[in-house]
């Protein structure tokens, strides 16, 4: 299957959009994930100009890590966020939990997040975009378990599947996919080495192409998004290492 495969703004800290989407177009990927300030990115009408000047499209715009009350200023910048992308036309949306701290996970704490996720979803379900959630280490889902008792208390909200953080808890990330196969609406793919990110194929630390296949068999047919490694290169090498690793595996 041809999947449309996007590249993360992660590290685009002061990003120059004109560079990085040259650079993008040029190494063949598809598009890319949205991290940056909005004061930073300008209008959508500048950001979609941009967009189809170098034929690349945004995958995703992502958020602030939600809270656990509606009431948390980042609740009404998430809302603020998934209107930006409304109005780019982009479908999805997304973003973590709160950190976890010490502190055990409890019931009511999911209860409590899944509340702030549900309305998320409900205010992008009358935009058109799917608000995702992206399961991750150190955050309050934090193993196998937390993280399905959480997605059976979701109903519109859908899910952000990061294969790394299934393999940090243990959790086969081709099984993920057939036990979340509903629910999944958008995909990142990562790798891990010695505590560090790294570009794809590095670690490696799953089977890329069974989980790639995992997510064809399923018939999964929205976006992947690569996300980089923090090694000190400059991003065209990381998308284009990146890209390789892709065609490498069939994609």
Request: hydrophobic share 40%.
């Amino acid at each position: 299957m041809a999947y449309k495969l996007a590249y993360s703004g992660l590290f685009w800290e002061a990003p120059d959009l004109e560079r990085e989407l040259a650079a993008l177009q040029a190494a063949g990927w598809d598009g890319w994930e949205v991290r940056q300030p909005l004061d930073w990115l300008g209008t959508p009408g500048r950001v979609r100009k941009l967009c189809e000047r170098f034929g690349v499209e945004i995958a995703a715009v992502c958020g602030p890590n939600a809270t656990l009350s509606i009431d948390d200023p980042s609740h009404q910048i998430n809302k603020r966020r998934i209107e930006f992308a409304a109005e780019l036309g982009v479908e999805t949306f997304m973003t973590k939990g709160p950190g976890r701290g010490q502190r055990v996970c409890s019931d009511q704490e999911l209860d409590q997040m899944a509340a702030v996720y549900e309305d998320l979803a409900v205010y992008g379900d009358t935009l058109g975009v799917c608000v995702t959630f992206h399961p991750h280490i150190n955050h309050l889902v934090n193993s196998e378990d937390e993280w399905k008792r959480f997605m059976q208390r979701l109903n519109a909200c859908m899910l952000c599947l990061d294969m790394s953080h299934a393999v940090h808890w243990g959790y086969d990330p081709v099984q993920a996919v057939h036990d979340f196969t509903s629910r999944i609406a958008y995909v990142h793919l990562h790798d891990f080495k010695d505590g560090k990110t790294v570009e794809l194929g590095d670690g490696p630390m799953c089977d890329y192409a069974a989980f790639m296949g995992a997510l064809e068999r399923v018939g999964f047919t929205g976006w992947v998004t690569v996300c980089p490694g923090e090694a000190e290169r400059t991003e065209e090498e990381k998308m284009r290492i990146n890209r390789a690793y892709m065609r490498s595996i069939g994609y």
